[in-house]
């Protein structure tokens, strides 16, 4: 007996816009300087992002070249924060769809190639996983482990595994009715192998896909925690800590939330734009 | 012999359904006991509070916390087969009727929020199939925006802009229709974008089909083409989404409760969690994973309906 | 946006100062009390003394509901059951007290109309007020007294502050109806002080014995000036006005019913929407105001801002006395005079709280203003630190001892809006060499490791009525353990300060005690058990249609008995 017919995704996966070029283009180059400031946040911001000098607090952007974005409640250059705000951001991101994918691929694997009852246990098991919302799993796994961005990453991670391992395991069916995995098992090739040559490489495709909107969802699920008061601790630099914390404040100074919640929202759309660029690639649909 | 096939389908999945409360509850209860943290000093020795030992030790009697774990589950499956998901440790009342309290607004809240999401994602989706090009770019665009931005975002949007700006609605509380509007309007946008966007996608297929076009050869006029005919066709692909929906609603409501300050159940989860309410957390994950089984429960069973075939496969 | 200044020691001493005015008046015209008209105010800072009526003046105008706002809903009204802050200003919508303090911190009478205390100090007779009824009718009286005592310290009830506050409660003798002779285990001087808190109201006997402890805490009765119609957790609850009250504090120097007709009352846990509901006049009165909008309201004629000093131990950061490296008296020190607290005071605060340099808030009775911390001294702190043996520093700066370096590791709960100060510590501490590790947990783990002791740094306020809370923080018999919970989370040990808090419980004796408490605050000065930053102060603010507020003697807290308001 298998589930219902319905593959519940996250979200944006069903997004089939066609945008145009540019659109594009401006994600990619917006991606682009995230994954500079990532790596080299020094690049944007020269200043310490932890450093609370003589400087006033909720100074407005553009008011000092010493501080682009203004400074926050504590003194602090806002952009700096920004910038070293990043790798933890993307991290996030990035870790809980790793998790995802690989956790994903494993039961995936497990569920079209073992046994019927293998299959069937590991069914339930991802039913139990989905039957929990992904944001109370997430509550429950830091109310365990605490606070900070690898528990909220693994949460995330795993609260989305059984996207992938549905993935994978249809993946794997369409290539057993195909008759490879038969075939190869009868010329007595080695399953390992017929995983790594069959059924891997045809289940990449829809995996990249799901998983570049996942890292999206995952970026922007990490910020929800974040800004709930789970998320990075301080007084480390996070996106949806700055705008956490920013709230606080947001009759003083609304700056404090806005450039946080715009840098948020134009990296998940810009991940979004991309991974619906390469779907459509995937399906073999050309922009109209 | 179609109805024993149903009956029999429906049977078999809520055997599973009833698997699966008892996976995510034993899962529950096995997490929540076995990490680090005294369950019996949370619930009477927080900030603040001086406690004597007195009270802990009868705190652990009370809730059999000074027993082995095994013995607590066995206890604990015992209670539930008698439809007991015992006490709060916080709230100190039956934790079915806690959430029962809170079930309401919640369920106000995700009402609205889907009424909302359908008529408007109807509305724009029939709308803009098949329009013209800048018409749909910007649809699009919007809905892309929309549903990249994060629940929170919105929500901090709609406030500012029309609570502490405009003065339009009240910024928090729960006393009537105008407080609900931004909190459902916060749930309902993020929805509402990727509607649209499905049921765009699924009418353009629909409106290319033949009989759309012997609608037309008729003289039916474009609009009601597209809302008698072509909506009709596209709606099944509304039913699939249906579960997905539902889940994410449910997690939505702990941002959207938390930031306009509202009751329900994302705020009792919220609650419930970060208080170590073991009882609690683990009757909202039974409640969540009833409402997941119920869901698709009916969803099968109207795929039945709308489609005879899927019985049989 | 403009911040002021701190506030400093001279304008502490100014408070000082005024509050012994009021006093002064106080006894002076005892017959008419506390409502006196304030001397006008004329203070930037707006901190008004116990006992102040604010807003006073003016024909009371009869009717009307009051709206007001609250932070967080402690999930249950019974004040026994709580230890909730909010239970200062509700408590004393809904119930009465036995005692209730005086301006000067003195208890003085209420629902107990005088006493007579033994000069063990160990019996107290009470003579109770008659004619007094709860709201369901029950009478008021030496029996009713009894059960509420044993309520609060009947485990079941799992009182987190009443019934740990008279934990030296042994027996009760019912002499007659309105005589009661209460016999205590040990002296405790502080009786009548505690007496008068919120969390230690008279409710209604029959609604003790006939309730579950989840009813009383939805359902409380009272013999208070409203009583409680409604109560949706996490929402909000409603109070109505009750016709027949006619046992208010004397100290307040007025009689009869409530003006109003009923208080409603909001829980909104948002800083930001709190405030905004504020303004846009959704509620008339918000028991507390953040202080990142202080300023704001300050500035906006329509409001009365409060920014009360509250009686007990500031916001301090215990340092764990018991284990390395804090054990080490040198690195302690090190800290204390290594801290610029006020810049982290004037950051943090808003310039809306004093800085504390002592381990009593400075309005508590027997605050003894000439003990003071030593002054921030950079070349002091790196001294003391080089001599404990921590003078090698590592590649990230910070210093080592045997190769280990100087970490303390503070944890902090998620439940609550992470503060500031934190932040601020740490990047003060670097510059010392000292890294200090702000571990965020689950409330769970904070509490588990907090009783544990595992732990360098704790932060936290204790406010209260009384100097005794010197006792709570810092006797060595408050240590936790695995037997017996406690306060004395610095895990203190000094003989000579138990003696000195012990002798101050026996006696009653108001110079002895004055003494005492002087003793005690100098003994801690070189105890250094931790880093107080800024004076405990609770900030509220109402419109001025609300007239006749009162600050609450007991915790600072709006009284509003008999409050009335401008349709």
């Known amino acids: 007996m298998t589930t219902t017919a319905h593959l519940p995704a996250p979200r944006g996966v069903w997004l089939r816009s066609r945008l145009p070029r540019p659109g594009i283009v401006l994600a990619a180059l917006f991606l682009l300087v995230v994954a500079v400031a990532a790596v080299v946040p020094g690049l944007l911001a020269a200043q310490d992002p932890l450093a609370i000098g003589t400087d006033p607090g909720f100074l407005p952007p553009f008011a000092s070249t010493a501080h682009l974005l203004g400074t926050d409640q504590e003194g602090r250059d806002v952009l700096s924060r920004l910038a070293h705000g990043t790798a933890p951001s993307l991290v996030m991101g990035l870790g809980a769809t790793g998790i995802a994918v690989i956790g994903g691929a494993v039961l995936g694997l497990l569920a079209g190639l073992g046994s019927r009852a293998t299959e069937a246990v590991v069914m339930r098991v991802l039913d139990v996983v989905l039957a929990i919302p992904e944001l109370l799993l997430a509550l429950i796994v830091i109310a365990l482990l605490g606070t900070g961005t690898e528990h909220a990453l693994l949460a995330v991670g795993v609260a989305t595994i059984p996207y992938y391992s549905r993935m994978v395991r249809a993946q794997t069916h369409v290539v057993r009715r195909s008759g490879y995995v038969e075939a190869a098992t009868g010329l007595g090739i080695h399953q390992a192998s017929v995983i790594w040559r069959h059924v891997l490489p045809n289940a990449i495709k829809p995996v990249l896909v799901l998983a570049t909107i996942g890292v999206g969802t995952a970026i922007a699920v990490g910020a929800s925690l974040s800004f709930l008061g789970l998320g990075a601790q301080p007084p480390a630099p996070e996106w949806g800590s700055m705008l956490a914390a920013g709230v606080q404040y947001i009759s003083v100074d609304w700056m404090l939330v806005a450039i946080p919640a715009v840098v948020i929202t134009l990296t998940v759309l810009s991940v979004t734009v991309l991974g619906q660029d390469l779907r459509r690639r995937a399906e073999g649909r050309t922009a109209r | ?313 | 946006m403009p911040l002021s200044e701190p506030r400093s020691w001279p304008h502490l001493l100014t408070r000082a100062m005024s509050l012994a005015a009021v006093a002064t008046v106080l006894s002076a015209c005892s017959a008419s009390g506390l409502s006196q008209p304030a001397p006008p105010h004329g203070d930037a800072r707006n901190t008004a003394a116990p006992g102040e009526v604010l807003n006073g003046g003016g024909t009371p105008v009869k009717g009307g509901t009051l709206k007001i706002s609250m932070a967080a809903d402690p999930l249950c009204l019974d004040p026994h059951s709580i230890s909730s802050d909010t239970e200062q200003i509700l408590g004393h919508l809904q119930f009465d007290n036995l005692t209730f303090l005086n301006a000067d911190g003195s208890p003085g009478p209420w629902l107990a109309t005088s006493w007579t205390i033994s000069p063990d100090g160990r019996t107290y007779v009470f003579t109770l007020k008659k004619g007094v009824t709860f709201a369901d009718g029950t009478p008021f009286n030496a029996q009713a007294v009894v059960a509420n005592f044993a309520h609060m310290l009947d485990p079941n009830t799992r009182s987190p502050l009443a019934g740990p506050y008279i934990a030296p409660y042994a027996s009760s003798t019912v002499i007659d109806d309105y005589t009661l002779q209460v016999n205590l285990k040990s002296a405790y001087s502080p009786f009548l002080n505690v007496l008068a808190q919120g969390w230690l109201g008279m409710e209604s006997p029959k609604a003790i014995q006939e309730s579950t402890p989840a009813q009383l805490c939805a359902h409380p009765v009272g013999s208070g000036p409203f009583t409680l119609t409604s109560y949706t957790p996490n929402v909000g609850a409603s109070y109505a006005r009750r016709a027949d009250y006619d046992w208010g504090p004397p100290a307040l120097g007025q009689t009869g019913a409530a003006d109003l007709d009923g208080v409603d009352l909001s829980w909104i846990g948002q800083d930001p929407v709190r405030y905004n509901s504020l303004i846009s006049g959704q509620y008339q009165l918000t028991g507390y105001l953040p202080p990142q909008n202080a300023a704001a309201v300050q500035a906006n004629s329509q409001f009365v801002f409060e920014d009360v000093n509250r009686i007990g131990w500031p916001f301090t950061f215990d340092f764990n006395t018991s284990r390395a490296p804090l054990d080490d008296i040198k690195v302690r020190k090190a800290i204390v005079e290594g801290v610029d607290v006020n810049a982290i005071v004037q950051t943090s605060q808003f310039g809306q709280r004093g800085v504390a340099r002592s381990y009593l808030d400075s309005v508590t009775e027997f605050y003894d203003p000439s003990v003071q911390l030593p002054a921030y001294n950079v070349q002091d702190a790196n001294a003391l630190l080089d001599g404990a043996g921590w003078a090698s520093r590592n590649a990230a700066g910070f210093r080592t001892k045997n190769g280990q370096e100087l970490d303390l590791k503070l944890p902090v709960s998620n439940a609550t809006t992470v503060s500031p100060v934190y932040d601020l510590l740490q990047a003060q501490l670097k510059t010392l060499g000292v890294n200090l590790q702000v571990e965020v947990q689950p409330q769970t783990q904070v509490t588990t490791r907090r009783y544990a002791g595992d732990y360098d740094l704790l932060s936290g306020v204790w406010h209260t009525n009384t100097p005794d809370v010197l006792s709570i923080k810092y006797a060595s018999s408050q240590i936790p353990n695995s037997a017996h919970l406690g306060q004395n989370l610095a895990r203190l040990s000094d003989p000579t300060l138990d003696r000195v808090l012990q002798r101050s419980r026996e006696t009653t004796d108001r110079t002895e005690l004055a003494s005492l408490y002087s003793q005690a605050q100098k003994q801690l000065v070189s105890d250094v058990p931790g880093l107080p930053v800024y004076q405990n102060t609770v900030l509220w603010a109402f419109d001025k249609k609300l007239h006749n507020v009162i600050v609450n003697t007991s915790h600072g807290t709006p009284l509003l008995t008999y409050a009335w308001l401008v349709p």
């Open chain 2, 1 to 313: 012999m179609r109805a024993k096939l149903l009956a029999e389908r429906i049977g078999w999945r809520m055997i599973a359904g009833v698997g699966v409360l008892w996976g995510a509850a034993t899962a529950a209860f096995f997490t929540l006991h076995g990490t680090a943290g005294d369950a019996a000093l949370s619930t009477v020795a927080g900030q603040g509070a001086d406690p004597t030992q007195a009270v802990l030790d009868q705190v652990r009697r009370d809730y059999g916390l000074d027993l082995p774990l095994w013995r607590q589950y066995v206890d604990y499956l015992g209670q539930l087969l008698h439809g007991d998901l015992g006490e709060s440790y916080q709230q100190r009342l039956p934790v079915a009727q806690a959430i029962e309290a809170q079930l309401g607004q919640t369920v106000q809240l995700a009402a609205g929020a889907i009424v909302i999401a359908l008529v408007l994602a109807v509305g724009v989706g029939v709308l803009t199939a098949k329009r013209r090009r800048w018409v749909r770019a910007t649809t699009t665009g919007v809905e892309l925006l929309l549903a990249s931005t994060p629940t929170f975002v919105i929500g901090l949007v709609l406030l500012i802009v029309f609570s502490i700006g405009l003065h339009l609605f009240p910024v928090s509380g729960q006393d009537g229709l105008r407080s609900l509007v931004l909190p459902t309007f916060t749930l309902a946008l993020p929805v509402t974008a990727i509607l649209s966007q499905v049921l765009r996608s699924e009418l353009e297929d629909v409106l290319e089909q033949p009989f759309i076009l012997t609608a037309r050869a008729r003289g039916m006029r474009d609009v009601a083409v597209r809302f008698r005919h072509a909506l009709r066709h596209a709606a099944i692909q509304l039913v699939t989404m249906s579960g997905y929906i539902i889940g994410g609603l449910l997690g939505g409501t702990v941002i959207t409760e938390s930031l306009f300050n509202r009751q329900g159940i994302g705020q009792l989860m919220l609650v419930a969690t970060t208080n170590k309410d073991i009882p609690l957390v683990v009757g909202v994950v039974i409640f969540c994973a009833l409402v997941y089984v119920v869901v698709n429960l009916v969803v099968d069973i109207l795929y039945t309906v709308i489609d005879p075939r899927v019985v049989t496969r």
